[in-house]
């Protein structure tokens, strides 16, 4: 059912999770607190599946008509406590504005410019053992997005922390659910390892 933003906001004081089905781009240009970003253009069930227990309630907000798509993609892994989805996300968006956040999303180069500035800077790769074998940014800790819920505690919520996966889409679900968690200064890395792997090869 559709919900406004007084309801959205009711069901998540109550424990429901804020699903965010647009693009990485998109969410970083500006989101609802609070919300986890999990693309409809990406392998949306799988990692909605990683992050969000089956038992909670979920409130979906995407791109208008696109609802009962992100619905349905959650049906079929068993996810039926969708309560319903917030309408007119983005005039709900202009109008409560103060409830609105930019993510934070490095450069390369502004990765390399932390990692130097910022000697306590926390670094979590969120790609598979697999992919993490074949290399990582120096420093960082390896914690699979599908990990994440059960090994946060390894993870320290006041640190600055810089999330990255292999291209971007898997690091915005993972800083976003940081995020949510309470982690106050989350970025993750445009175009991840392999720009970041591209950019060292090329410097």
């Given at each position: 059912?559709?919900?406004?933003?007084?309801?959205?906001?009711?069901?998540?004081?109550?424990?429901?999770?804020?699903?965010?089905?647009?693009?990485?781009?998109?969410?970083?240009?500006?989101?609802?607190?609070?919300?986890?970003?999990?693309?409809?253009?990406?392998?949306?069930?799988?990692?909605?599946?990683?992050?969000?227990?089956?038992?909670?309630?979920?409130?979906?907000?995407?791109?208008?008509?696109?609802?009962?798509?992100?619905?349905?993609?959650?049906?079929?892994?068993?996810?039926?406590?969708?309560?319903?989805?917030?309408?007119?996300?983005?005039?709900?968006?202009?109008?409560?504005?103060?409830?609105?956040?930019?993510?934070?999303?490095?450069?390369?180069?502004?990765?390399?410019?932390?990692?130097?500035?910022?000697?306590?800077?926390?670094?979590?790769?969120?790609?598979?053992?697999?992919?993490?074998?074949?290399?990582?940014?120096?420093?960082?800790?390896?914690?699979?997005?599908?990990?994440?819920?059960?090994?946060?505690?390894?993870?320290?919520?006041?640190?600055?922390?810089?999330?990255?996966?292999?291209?971007?889409?898997?690091?915005?679900?993972?800083?976003?659910?940081?995020?949510?968690?309470?982690?106050?200064?989350?970025s993750d890395v445009l175009g991840g390892y392999n720009a970041w792997d591209e950019a060292t090869q090329s410097a």
């Open positions: 059912r559709a919900m406004s933003y007084d309801e959205v906001r009711a069901a998540m004081a109550g424990g429901a999770v804020l699903v965010d089905g647009r693009s990485p781009e998109e969410f970083g240009l500006g989101h609802l607190t609070a919300a986890i970003n999990i693309g409809l253009e990406g392998r949306y069930a799988e990692f909605a599946g990683s992050v969000i227990k089956p038992e909670i309630d979920i409130v979906l907000l995407t791109d208008p008509g696109q609802e009962l798509e992100g619905k349905n993609r959650l049906a079929r892994i068993g996810f039926d406590r969708v309560v319903g989805f917030l309408e007119n996300p983005y005039e709900v968006m202009f109008s409560h504005r103060t409830d609105v956040e930019v993510a934070s999303r490095l450069t390369t180069n502004a990765l390399g410019e932390r990692i130097a500035d910022v000697p306590e800077l926390q670094m979590v790769d969120v790609r598979n053992p697999g992919e993490a074998d074949a290399g990582m940014i120096a420093g960082a800790v390896n914690i699979p997005v599908g990990q994440l819920p059960d090994r946060v505690g390894e993870l320290d919520p006041r640190k600055p922390t810089v999330v990255y996966c292999a291209g971007g889409y898997r690091s915005s679900v993972a800083a976003s659910f940081l995020r949510q968690r309470g982690f106050d200064d989350v």
